[in-house]
């Protein structure tokens, strides 16, 4: 069984960084894309960054510049790091793993992280 594990999200003030975490977990052989969606209260989830297996890249005008995403393929696991973060950062953010594929499914499958809570606020 596929899981993704979110990890990284606490309370920052306005401009400060955090770095968060998704470890994905199984038999799994590859993953297609790995991405990060946030959503806020009252909000739907939208889409923060995507990175492809072969390492291209995909922000929300919103974060250019000031998010950057990146993988470890071996480990299956992808990262966000944030900078200059402002108090409309502030959502659940979850890990999404698309075209997963493991030894117990050979077609590609799509799995959710649980969320990690990010608070920009002085």
């Known amino acids: 069984q596929v899981q993704l594990v979110e990890s990284g999200g606490g309370l920052v003030q306005p401009g400060g960084s955090l770095r968060l975490s998704c470890a994905a977990s199984?038999?799994?052989?590859?993953?297609?894309?790995m991405g990060w969606y946030r959503q806020a209260p009252g909000k739907q989830r939208e889409l923060v960054a995507t990175?492809?297996?072969?390492?291209?890249?995909n922000y929300a005008d919103s974060v250019k510049g000031r998010f950057t995403i990146s993988r470890d393929n071996a480990k299956n696991t992808v990262y966000l790091q944030m900078n200059s973060l402002k108090p409309e950062d502030s959502a659940v953010y979850y890990c999404?793993?698309?075209?997963?594929?493991?030894?117990?499914?050979?077609?590609?499958?799509?799995?959710w992280g649980k969320g990690t809570l990010v608070t920009v606020s002085s």
């Open positions: 199984g038999s799994i052989t590859h993953i297609n894309v």
């Open positions: 999404k793993a698309q075209g997963v594929y493991s030894r117990e499914s050979s077609f590609g499958v799509d799995y």
């Open positions: 990175i492809t297996s072969g390492g291209s890249t």
